[in-house]
């Protein structure tokens, strides 16, 4: 047992709330997109996923509610769409902080997914993915990440 | 089991000084003085800790870390605790503390202590800089600079990684320091390196560099620790009746003490190397009760050292006569006086038109009489290797023995900043010594290596 002590995966370690994701509901009603409780559990399965394949750990609330608030006011997401692409955002999110080396902080990468999901990605994770992977190259170069991103791939037309 | 039974097993020394926390819970936990519930209780707040101080780490900015830096930072908090613990009075009050104390506040308390231990280390640092002896061993120097241990001051963190040790320790003491980490193993070692210089400088650095030199002569690449030989040669001049002062012993006394002690019990022999170290903390008046100390519990390895060389017929390994490098017996090489320089040029045209070899060797042999003259030649007259090492047959060994010296061709690095003139006659010579019989290559090694330096 004092050995456990060393176990950061104990669980002890305080279970994400349900509700705190179910709580997101009342600000993105309004988008039409709602999750239900199964819906909540699913996506703290996928963060939790995530970051062990990651090789991370979270503590607190998580970032699962910050994503929701950030990207429900997207024009390119729906209803249908809401809960895969949640999916979608919450392991590129966990990817990209190992791949920036931890040099951004949540919010600045969530806000900056969010800008290229809505901009030059036209709402589609896959070229968001690409986005992003150029983005670190650039952190970890020591290159400007903020500079236009004409290496994307991505024409202006985003086909 | 009774208490007194459970508190032995408590005893600080069966505790590991590394991982204290641990420990104490572990044995806690076993002997009963600390239930599960207990345990429940420091884990959560462990984690509680872990998840604040993570989030310190990131500067409130990242809700997530990667799992080997908690990990980290788990270790850190858990050292951090454990500096605070080892300060009660014993085991048992550290583990009354862990039932009634929160995690928070004990880490708080450790952090403390490790700020003032940080300082202490900082302090003995700059001890041992000043108190630091003069010698060429190269693991010692460089330990003790500021590529080495001044390494650990620039780059500890004590809030996220309180328990590692970023230095560069290639320097091996002669009480190596085990069983602790973080500031607390620097501390140790600075403080033991301190003695150790104490005790040297008793010493003067060149009698340190002779004895040293007898041990070995190139004792400045290797992982010695310099103490335990000066306290070894000391003890040995002390046993012998050899020069304590100068650390001079020589082998006929070597060879008397090995006679009078290969009769003696082991009990006997570390009952006279007690009594030598006595004597010698009388002699050179070590009043200092941590020298002292530290000598004393020094001396086991050294008894143990001198014990097997006894038995084994090899004390003159243990307690070796100094050398003294720069009283190396030396050869003073002398050239005739040089030809006139309208001579020279002369000849130097005649060799640069002869188109034969044989023809360019009898002009040398005829022409030149000096040496200083001949080496001219050598870089002037554009002679094939061949021809070169025509030339060198009909010299002899001191002659061949200055030209290594004056033209060595051991690196290839050097070779790659001289002149091609230089480098073929560097490769000659080489050439010409592999082709020697090794009886001949070696006298020429010798003379070359025992040549005054011009």
């Not at chain 1, 104990?10 to 349900?18: D, F, G, N, Y």
């Not at chain 2, 202490?120 to 460089?142: C, Q």
């Amino acid at each position: 047992m004092p050995l456990e002590i060393l176990n950061i995966f104990s669980p002890l370690i305080q279970k994400k709330p349900v509700e705190e994701i179910l709580s997101c509901n009342s600000m993105t009603v309004r988008y039409g997109l709602v999750l239900t409780e199964r819906d909540a559990v699913d996506l703290l399965e996928t963060g939790d996923r995530a970051l062990k394949s990651n090789g991370r750990i979270e503590f607190g609330g998580g970032v699962i509610p910050k994503i929701i608030a950030e990207f429900c006011d997207s024009p390119y997401l729906t209803k249908d769409g809401w809960i895969e692409t949640l999916r979608e955002l919450t392991e590129l999110f966990y990817y990209f902080k190992n791949e920036t080396m931890d040099l951004i902080s949540d919010d600045d990468l969530i806000a900056f997914m969010k800008e290229q999901f809505d901009g030059k990605c036209h709402g589609s994770p896959a070229l968001l993915a690409d986005a992003l992977d150029s983005f670190a190259r650039r952190m970890r170069d020591g290159t400007d990440p903020d500079r236009p991103e004409d290496e994307m791939g991505v024409d202006d037309d985003g086909y | 089991m009774t208490d007194i039974e459970k508190r032995r097993i408590m005893d600080r020394t069966n505790l590991s000084g590394e991982t204290y926390f641990l420990s104490l819970l572990q044995a806690g936990h076993h002997y009963g003085f600390l239930t599960d519930s207990d345990l429940e209780k420091i884990q959560r707040q462990c984690l509680e800790l872990l998840a604040a101080k993570a989030d310190e780490w990131s500067r409130g900015k990242s809700s997530s870390i990667r799992t080997e830096r908690a990990e980290s930072i788990m270790k850190s908090n858990l050292y951090t605790i454990g500096l605070y613990l080892k300060t009660l009075p014993d085991p048992e009050a550290a583990v009354q503390e862990l039932k009634t104390a929160t995690v928070k506040d004990m880490y708080q308390k450790g952090r403390k202590i490790l700020g003032a231990k940080l300082h202490t280390a900082k302090h003995f640092y700059h001890l041992v800089l000043k108190n630091k002896i003069v010698t060429v061993n190269e693991a010692y120097n460089a330990t003790l600079g500021k590529s080495g241990i001044g390494i650990f001051f620039n780059t500890y963190n004590p809030d996220f990684e309180a328990h590692e040790i970023p230095a560069s320790i290639d320097y091996q003491l002669c009480r190596p320091v085990t069983d602790l980490a973080g500031v607390e193993f620097i501390q140790k070692y600075l403080e033991n390196v301190y003695l150790e210089n104490e005790f040297c400088r008793h010493f003067a650095a060149e009698d340190i560099h002779h004895l040293l030199s007898g041990y070995d002569e190139n004792y400045q690449h290797l992982l010695i620790n310099i103490f335990e030989q000066v306290l070894t040669g000391a003890i040995g001049c002390l046993l012998a009746g050899g020069n304590v002062r100068k650390l001079e012993i020589n082998p006929e006394e070597v060879r008397a003490l090995q006679e009078e002690l290969s009769g003696d019990e082991d009990r006997a022999i570390a009952c006279k190397i007690r009594k030598a170290a006595g004597d010698l903390s009388e002699l050179e008046n070590l009043t200092r009760p941590s020298l002292r100390d530290y000598i004393e519990k020094s001396l086991p390895k050294i008894t143990a050292n001198i014990l097997h060389a006894v038995r084994t017929n090899t004390l003159d390994k243990t307690f070796v006569p100094p050398l003294h490098p720069e009283r190396k017996p030396s050869i003073r090489f002398f050239s005739n006086a040089k030809m006139a320089d309208e001579a020279y040029r002369e000849m130097i045209a005649e060799l640069l038109v002869c188109r034969f070899s044989t023809d360019k060797l009898a002009l040398i042999r005829e022409k030149v009489k000096a040496f200083d003259d001949l080496e001219d030649v050598l870089l002037d007259a554009r002679l094939s290797v061949k021809e070169i090492l025509l030339l060198f047959d009909s010299l002899g060994d001191m002659e061949i023995a200055a030209l290594i010296k004056r033209h060595p061709f051991h690196s290839d690095v050097q070779a790659v900043e001289v002149s091609e003139a230089e480098k073929t006659l560097r490769f000659s010579l080489k050439t010409f010594l592999e082709k020697l019989p090794s009886e001949r290559r070696e006298r020429i090694l010798s003379l070359a290596d025992r040549l005054a330096e011009e």
